[in-house]
């Protein structure tokens, strides 16, 4: 069952790296043309969010045996902080400051989280903390591309939802899913599914 519990743990790494890598193509088009366009930051900023609490939540001291999830979710805090700053480049003004605006916030509920479990809390009870925390930004960092389905059913195209995007959602979660069965741990496969 360990042996089983580690593979979907590489697995999900795996999968979670091509998710992270998977907007390269949009963010090369973002570059080139040097404008966002019509694509939304909201997912990359609410990603960041996920990433860097699961990043917490796995550390020994928090949850043990979950090093794997902070691993791929430290890679995916660096690549989306990357995400996040070229779209702040290139952004309208506007669309700059909503941008900027969610990106405080998301780094206070970070700092938050991670002073209160830290000096608050012990043991199981940071266990719990963070796996709550991070848990419910996860939902909301999976439900966060639905802020361009308006424009999907405006314009009646998915140029604006990336495809290999929306496929390795499904593959990472699944496989976190299995991860946390196995692992007999409910932040995992609740939230990830």
């Known amino acids: 069952m ?4 580690f ?7 795996a999968t979670g790296l091509f998710l992270f890598l998977s907007p390269t193509i949009t963010f090369r088009r973002i570059i080139k043309s040097r404008s966002t366009e019509q694509f939304s930051g909201v997912p990359y900023v609410m990603t960041l969010l996920n990433c860097l609490l699961s990043t917490w939540y796995g550390l020994p001291f928090v949850s043990p045996h979950n090093i794997l ?4 979710n430290g890679a995916g805090s660096a690549i989306e902080s990357v995400y996040v700053m070229i779209f702040l480049i290139f952004a309208s ?39 709550f925390a991070a848990s419910i930004f996860s939902i909301i960092m999976y439900a966060s591309p639905l802020s361009v389905m308006r424009l999907v ?12 995007l929306s496929l390795f959602v499904f ?16 932040f995992l496969f609740v939230s990830r599914n």
Not at 2 to 5: G, P, S, T
Not at 69 to 72: C, G, K, Q
């Open 93 to 131: 003004k506007k669309e700059k400051v909503r941008v900027m605006g969610l990106l405080f916030l998301v780094l206070t509920i970070f700092s938050v989280v991670v002073l209160v479990s830290l000096f608050a809390l012990h043991g199981n009870a940071r266990k719990l903390f963070s796996g």
């Open 7 to 13: 593979l979907f743990g590489i697995f999900g790494n």
């Open 153 to 164: 059913i405006k314009t009646k195209s998915v140029e604006f939802m990336p495809f290999f």
């Open 2 to 5: 360990d042996i089983l519990h």
């Open 69 to 72: 999830v902070s691993v791929i």
């Open 171 to 186: 593959l990472c979660g699944t496989s976190w899913f299995i991860y946390g069965l196995l692992g007999r741990d409910p």
